[in-house]
């Protein structure tokens, strides 16, 4: 009866515990696969002084592979955690030099963004979005017939430098990019919410390849 009792309380141990190793049960759909940005909701505005490290812009094509055999998922929290790689496709906009992540990578002379692939490891953290964040970039991607599934997926650079991206699926071929505008107004700082449409593509090509148009959006009808 003991040695039971012991078995019992072990497995109810480990049923709570994080699920480890590569072979592990994947809960949600997987981010790996190559995107481009196809549309930024609202514009971007790229007269700001500093811009957001958050915003990609126009045309940004980037992939995630899978870094290593890290994995983890916590039952309790539905949270899946592992490691990717982050690869940013040229052509690059020179705006890039006024976010704080790639400042220092810019031509001082010029501000200018060097046109190289750039490949970044990170940290993928996802769960489900809590109910206003959610009804948030909803509300500005219904008008476009764009519904997102409600797991978030944090990307952060490893060693906590950098960027942190907030991404959502709608289906599996559109990536919503969550982010916002920073200003500030009469000495008060303004934000104003973001959301930009990615694309699933392939790996070899440089550019959009124009497959995809998202639906313009209805106008209200009159009373």
């Not at 010029?110 to 046109?115: A, E, I, K, W």
């Not at 906590?160 to 990019?177: E, W």
Request: net charge positive.
């Amino acid at each position: 009866m003991q040695r039971m009792l012991w078995a019992m309380l072990l497995a109810l141990a480990c049923g709570g515990a994080a699920a480890k190793g590569k072979k592990a049960h994947f809960y949600y759909p997987r981010l790996e696969g190559t995107y481009v940005m196809v549309k930024s909701i609202p514009p971007v505005v790229t007269d700001d002084v500093e811009i957001v490290d958050s915003i990609f812009f126009e045309g940004q094509k980037i992939s995630f592979v899978r870094h290593d055999d890290f994995f983890e998922y916590y039952p309790h929290t539905r949270e899946e955690r592992s490691n990717h790689e982050m690869l940013f496709y040229p052509p690059f906009s020179d705006s890039m030099c006024r976010q704080t992540t790639w400042y220092h990578w810019c031509r001082d002379e010029h501000r200018r963004m060097p046109q190289n692939l750039i490949q970044r490891n990170i940290g993928v953290i996802i769960y489900d979005a809590d109910d206003d964040d959610l009804a948030a970039i909803s509300k500005l991607l219904k008008p476009y017939g764009i519904t997102p599934e409600r797991q978030n997926y944090m990307v952060s650079f490893t060693g906590g430098s950098g960027s942190g991206y907030t991404f959502y699926f709608a289906g599996r071929d559109i990536l919503i990019n969550s982010t916002y505008r920073k200003q500030e107004k009469d000495g008060k700082e303004h934000f104003t919410s973001i959301v930009q449409i990615f694309r699933r593509t392939s790996s070899t090509v440089k550019t959009w390849d124009g497959d995809f148009r998202v639906p313009a959006a209805k106008k209200p009808s009159g009373r």
